[in-house]
């Protein structure tokens, strides 16, 4: 799975926010910021991965044991796919 | 040549005479002799675009990229026969237009045509310039710029037409939909362009920007300080995207810019004297 290449994250004023690119419209519609959980498993999805390359990321970056992770994981990818940003 | 100075930069503008656009631009002829910051010519010829397409919008307007620059053009019929015509340098200093007479198909008049042309310019040409165009309807009161700012159909017009009512003497509005904002070592500045949506109400003035007000309607009016989290979002939906991709950058710094340095407010409103009182109270105007 991947982020579709018509989203990117941008810092704006201390925010990380998630920018669509694709078709022409008016103003920069379609938003969310991120927090850096979401930032760091943003840019491991900028290319193709794995959930389980995800998990395994999560557990070398931070503090947390393989349950919290594969749930910070499946969230994460959750609020993705209802954004319709992940392209599977 | 004629020239013309839209927030405080000099435009030269040729090839172009007609009611519409001397109407329009009249107010911000200009005898500055600085050197123009960017020289536009109308011409005859009937260029053809250069670079690779980026996209099309509205399934009729093509945006080109190129290593000499940029290219926006409207297709009249497929594959190649374009009604308007629009190419610029990748620094904007030159740009040149050529607008088809259309009028045996209907809609916009070409007079129109070339105006909005003109508009769609200035926005990626501010951008170079340390600006950019904020969908807001701004007013001059004494020497401080307020930007109501909100999506279409909220009511900053309704909302900038008390302001003037009340203050008829001490209001100007500097553009009714779309002022330009550029950021100097003095601060932040708004004034007035030709381009102000279907009313042309704007003037060919200045002030330094005091706040951007977002508007909400309400039957009760308040205020307050909107944090420049909450303030990005509703400023980043009353800003253009840039078609290019080299010209998102520096929009997204100049509204980084402009968060950092302007105090943005959220005024809950009705149409009243009092909502007028709420901003300039708050404001301490």
Redesign the interface.
Known sequence: MKIKNTFVL?E????R?V?P?G???????G?M?LNETGAFLWKLLEKEISMEDLVNAMLAEYNVDSMQAQKDVDEFLDTLRKAGVLEE | MPLFKIADLVLEISGIDNEFFNKRFAEYRTRDNREPSIKVIFADEKFMPEGKLVTVADGFRQYYSGPDGYGVFDLLKAPDEYCARLAFDREIKTAKANISDISAYGGMTDEVRSFNMLGELFRYFILKHDGLVLHSSCIKYKNAGIAFSAPSGTGKSTHTGLWKRYFPNDVTILNDDSPAIRFDEFGVGVFGTPWSGKTDINANDGAPLAAIVVLEQSPENSIDKLSVDEALFRILQEVTRPVFPDFINLTLSAVEKLLLHTPVYRLKCNISEEAVLTVKNKLEL
């Open positions: 941008r704006i004023a201390g925010n926010v920018l690119m078709a022409p419209s008016d103003a920069f519609s938003m910021t």
